[in-house]
């Protein structure tokens, strides 16, 4: 078993900043080949479908963003902590989500939530006008 672990959501006034964290542990086959896996974020909004947000790609994969938050949002990884981390600056209202961290076994990054396999129980973050 896989578990993924959000921390860091919370309340903050717009143009404000937050980082959450998402460490994996679990399975040692999965721990042991964390850098093999594609670790992202998406959000969902109250009536909204979930929607994807930033994702770490596998070593040379690279990096993806949504439009909504690219510039503002910086997604990076500590691979010896097994933890994917997410820096969003500029906060908005319609930021306001729960955030859950995923990962998928895959060699590329996927923007859509149904092809990942393991998720968080996610995070809350409101952002107040």
């Known amino acids: 078993q896989v578990q993924l672990e959000e921390s860091g959501g919370g309340l903050v006034q717009a143009g404000g900043s937050l980082r959450l964290s998402c460490t994996a542990s679990?399975?040692?086959?999965?721990?042991?080949?964390?850098?093999?896996?594609?670790t992202g974020w998406f959000r969902q909004a109250p009536g909204k479908e979930r929607e994807f947000v930033a994702a770490y790609g596998r070593i040379g994969a690279g990096i993806r963003y949504a439009d909504a938050v690219k510039g503002r949002f910086t997604i990076s990884r500590d691979n010896a902590k097994k933890t994917v981390y997410l820096q969003m600056n500029s906060l908005k209202p319609e930021d306001t989500a729960i955030y859950y961290c995923a990962a998928d076994y895959s060699p590329m990054i996927q923007t859509t939530s149904s092809t990942y396999e393991y998720w968080g129980q996610g995070t809350q973050v409101t952002v107040s006008s």
């Open positions: 679990g399975r040692t086959s999965f721990a042991n080949s964390f850098t093999n896996y594609v």
